[in-house]
């Protein structure tokens, strides 16, 4: 484990880092996986030497966690966030040692009710957010929709309930961080919103109120339209659409969207790109130009409507997409020609509900049983073998610290990189 006042130089340095814009959030360093699927939402990572083939005796470390859970870590240097949950609904967000999996702290939420949740859902489903000065989480049940935030030492400096929350299969989305603000998706079966918070005082900002239909799973992603950040977000009910992280005025949608989202929104080849669908598999692709916002007749591009995923999210990396769908055959498409149309498809086996990750040029998913596969992300395909986890997993692993770390629903495997290198 780091000495104190090193964990705290560190701390200190990354601040300075993001306070003076020497990085900004699409380039944070190598060290930093600070939300669900890594910088803004991209699961993309250039980490080299990561073992394509491995046994459980290759990993650096291996620890239970207490309960279960389906979070996806977040981390900021040696700072490593996950969450969990028991059967009685008690809630806990777990700091460990990035470095070593020694734990540094935990704090639980035993004010909430075990509400309903989906068989594949759990109390410590979605993902916390980090900005290296503080951790936000969201926990839920029918009566309170909580945020909370903490230290980096895990004193929490405030909480909102935000109200009911009105769900078929529970809470699970993710928080994420925006500058100042905590953005807090709220899209249930119920009046919904868009929500941001200081981050410091936990005050509202902004609040965009929104269509509702089915409770929404999608973690929103910020894109450049033009100049302008906007916070892209998705929902049956308003499909995908853009909203001015300034104020939070909606500026455009795709419209209505048949079925529940879950995965998340991605953005790629000027595209963003998202899918909905019910019963396990993805039944409906919408590609939008973001940048044809206000000409609702042209901003929709593309649909698909075969080979989609349902949970997983899909990767972009220049011009292709792969998508891996949650029964175990991934495609690749060409995002220049038609999105209805394959590069490759392939079975690779097994059930998904994780989402891939980039890593230099490959991909790693986790399935339901717990066999980590791994393909090759190119228009010629490669399949590189599955290896063991020892644990079920419904995860999405995270890169940071020239390591991979894959979540099982009562573990945590850290796999380091045989050559680390940085972004």
Same mark, same amino acid.
């Given at each position: 484990?780091?000495?104190?006042?090193?964990?705290?130089?560190?701390?200190?340095?990354?601040?300075?880092?993001?306070?003076?814009?020497?990085?900004?959030?699409?380039?944070?360093?190598?060290?930093?996986?600070?939300?669900?699927?890594?910088?803004?939402?991209?699961?993309?990572?250039?980490?080299?030497?990561?073992?394509?083939?491995?046994?459980?005796?290759?990993?650096?470390?291996?620890?239970?966690?207490?309960?279960?859970?389906?979070?996806?870590?977040?981390?900021?240097?040696?700072?490593?966030?996950?969450?969990?949950?028991?059967?009685?609904?008690?809630?806990?967000?777990?700091?460990?040692? #990035?470095?070593?999996?020694?734990?540094?702290?935990?704090?639980?939420?035993?004010?909430?009710?075990? !509400?309903?949740?989906?068989?594949?859902?759990?109390?410590? !489903?979605?993902?916390?957010?980090?900005?290296?000065?503080?951790?936000?989480?969201?926990?839920?049940?029918?009566?309170?929709?909580?945020?909370?935030?903490?230290?980096?030492?895990?004193?929490? %400096?405030?909480?909102?309930?935000?109200?009911?929350?009105?769900?078929?299969?529970?809470?699970?989305?993710?928080?994420? %961080?925006?500058?100042?603000?905590?953005?807090?998706?709220?899209?249930?079966?119920?009046?919904? @919103?868009?929500? +941001?918070?200081?981050?410091?005082?936990?005050?509202?900002?902004?609040?965009?109120?929104?269509?509702?239909?089915?409770?929404?799973? +999608?973690?929103?992603?910020?894109?450049?339209?033009?100049?302008?950040?906007?916070?892209?977000?998705?929902?049956?009910?308003?499909?995908?659409?853009?909203?001015?992280?300034?104020?939070?005025?909606?500026?455009?949608?795709?419209?209505?969207?048949?079925?529940?989202?879950? #995965?998340?929104?991605?953005?790629?080849?000027?595209?963003?790109?998202?899918?909905?669908?019910?019963?396990? @598999?993805?039944?409906?692709?919408?590609?939008?130009?973001?940048? @044809?916002?206000?000409?609702?007749?042209?901003?929709?591009?593309?649909?698909?409507?075969?080979?989609?995923?349902?949970?997983?999210?899909?990767?972009?990396?220049?011009?292709?997409?792969?998508?891996?769908?949650?029964?175990?055959?991934?495609?690749?498409?060409?995002?220049?020609?038609?999105?209805?149309?394959?590069?490759?498809?392939?079975?690779?086996?097994?059930?998904?509900?994780?989402?891939?990750?980039?890593?230099?040029?490959?991909?790693?998913?986790?399935?339901?049983?717990?066999?980590?596969?791994?393909?090759?992300?190119?228009?010629?395909?490669?399949?590189?073998?599955?290896?063991?986890?020892?644990?079920?997993?419904?995860?999405?692993? #995270?890169? #940071?610290?020239?390591?991979?770390?894959?979540?099982?629903?009562?573990?945590? +495997?850290?796999?380091?990189?045989?050559?680390?290198?940085?972004?």
């Amino acid at each position: 484990m780091l000495p104190v006042h090193m964990s705290r130089c560190w701390q200190a340095f990354a601040l300075l880092v993001v306070c003076f814009g020497i990085v900004d959030g699409a380039t944070l360093l190598a060290d930093e996986w600070p939300r669900f699927r890594g910088p803004n939402g991209d699961g993309k990572s250039d980490l080299k030497g990561v073992p394509t083939n491995w046994t459980q005796d290759d990993y650096e470390w291996v620890i239970k966690l207490p309960g279960k859970g389906h979070s996806s870590p977040s981390i900021w240097g040696d700072h490593l966030f996950v969450l969990t949950g028991t059967d009685a609904g008690v809630r806990t967000l777990i700091c460990l040692n #990035a470095l070593t999996g020694e734990e540094f702290w935990k704090d639980s939420t035993e004010s909430l009710s075990a !509400s309903h949740l989906h068989n594949k859902n759990s109390y410590g !489903s979605g993902t916390p957010a980090t900005n290296g000065e503080h951790v936000y989480v969201a926990f839920a049940d029918e009566n309170h929709y909580l945020v909370n935030a903490y230290t980096m030492n895990g004193e929490k %400096i405030w909480t909102r309930d935000l109200g009911t929350f009105t769900s078929q299969h529970g809470q699970g989305v993710s928080p994420l %961080i925006y500058k100042d603000l905590v953005i807090v998706p709220f899209d249930q079966m119920g009046p919904s @919103q868009m929500l +941001a918070l200081n981050t410091k005082t936990g005050e509202t900002v902004w609040t965009t109120q929104r269509d509702f239909r089915k409770t929404s799973y +999608a973690t929103p992603i910020v894109v450049d339209v033009n100049g302008q950040d906007q916070l892209i977000t998705l929902s049956g009910a308003i499909g995908l659409s853009g909203i001015d992280l300034k104020d939070g005025t909606a500026l455009w949608s795709s419209g209505q969207l048949p079925m529940r989202t879950v #995965a998340s929104p991605v953005y790629g080849a000027g595209l963003v790109i998202a899918s909905c669908g019910s019963g396990g @598999q993805g039944k409906f692709m919408v590609a939008v130009d973001p940048t @044809q916002g206000d000409n609702p007749e042209k901003i929709v591009k593309a649909e698909r409507k075969k080979n989609l995923p349902y949970v997983p999210t899909p990767i972009i990396d220049g011009n292709y997409m792969y998508l891996w769908n949650d029964g175990g055959i991934v495609c690749c498409v060409d995002l220049t020609t038609d999105l209805s149309e394959n590069v490759w498809t392939q079975r690779i086996g097994g059930n998904f509900s994780g989402s891939p990750v980039l890593i230099d040029g490959k991909l790693y998913c986790i399935s339901e049983d717990g066999e980590v596969a791994v393909i090759a992300a190119s228009p010629e395909y490669k399949e590189y073998g599955k290896s063991p986890l020892g644990d079920q997993s419904y995860s999405t692993p #995270a890169v #940071a610290n020239g390591r991979v770390y894959f979540r099982g629903f009562h573990s945590l +495997a850290c796999l380091k990189a045989k050559e680390a290198t940085a972004n």
